[in-house]
């Protein structure tokens, strides 16, 4: 099993510390969500795991397969299975959707350069027919259109049709484990529907773990965890089931974490915040 295991995780951008001794267990099959208030330092955990040169790790540990993740390079992170769908997919014009999916193939298969290499043993590019059979069933998974892929990669695309190709190169690589940095950010009904579909199928017929990071609760209505966290002040307050993000929704932050014995940070809206407020 292809265990993604955080100790006592801390981790710096600019100089501040914004996660603060995390610890989280993300097993292969498993569908963790990771909710909390703006600046409590979701989005910063995802890009730490995966290498992100700006967010420095200044303690803790974090294994995955049974390796030292820290260690490795961000492709490297990459080809032993750890993938993160990003919030805000970013458009490279010049590039078709269909010839990018073809180059991330390629790298996570270690292939250098166009491929061309004396080397028996070294990587050889996916064959084209290959190819095409990953593409077409995914496209199928994921109800993608075709005209789509052929389009330059998320230029004007809308916020459905970018996650869409998120999740669509997430079924292509068949990641062990998938961060979903909020996936449902930009997303209509249908879409995030489509999207949900894609994801779980890939947890249960795959064996995909998954790390959903996400505000609301909408999206959880369609991907159901089995393990819910609450992430404040840059650690895991309070854990439990799928109810305990029903629970946020209709209680907030601060109520619920009330009921953990837990008191919200002044820098997310808590009680000291709001008094220095009215001050």
Not at 119 to 133: G, L, Q, S, Y
Not at 248 to 269: I, T
Request: negative net charge; glycine residues 12%.
């Amino acid at each position: 099993m292809a265990d993604l295991i955080i100790k006592n995780l801390h981790v710096s951008a600019d100089g501040t510390e914004i996660i603060r001794g995390l610890d989280l267990t993300v097993r292969e099959g498993e569908i963790h969500a990771l909710m909390g208030p703006n600046g409590s330092g979701k989005s910063t955990l995802s890009y730490a795991l995966m290498g992100h040169p700006s967010y420095e790790i200044t303690d803790g540990s974090v294994t995955f397969d049974g390796q030292d993740l820290l260690e490795l390079e961000v492709d490297e992170r990459a080809r032993l299975g750890l993938f993160l769908a990003f919030q805000y997919p970013q458009a490279v014009p010049g590039v078709s959707v269909t010839n990018f999916l073809r180059m991330a193939v390629n790298a996570h298969r270690g292939v250098r350069g166009d491929g061309r290499n004396d080397d028996p043993d070294a990587p050889k590019p996916i064959k084209i027919p290959e190819f095409r059979k990953l593409l077409e069933a995914a496209m199928g998974l994921l109800k993608v259109d075709r005209d789509l892929i052929r389009r330059y990669l998320n230029d004007g695309f809308s916020g459905g049709e970018k996650k869409r190709v998120e999740i669509l190169q997430m079924a292509m690589l068949n990641p062990k484990i998938a961060i979903l940095d909020e996936t449902d950010s930009g997303l209509d009904i249908d879409a995030l529907r489509i999207v949900a579909e894609g994801v779980n199928t890939l947890v249960t017929e795959r064996g995909m773990g998954a790390l959903v990071i996400t505000h609301y609760q909408r999206l959880l209505d369609h991907i159901t965890p089995q393990f819910v966290h609450i992430l404040a002040d840059g650690k895991i307050v309070a854990s439990g089931g799928a109810e305990l993000a029903k629970q946020l929704e209709a209680d907030g932050y601060e109520k619920v974490l009330e009921g953990f014995g837990v008191a919200l940070p002044a820098r997310h809206g808590g009680e000291k915040a709001l008094a220095g407020a009215n001050a």
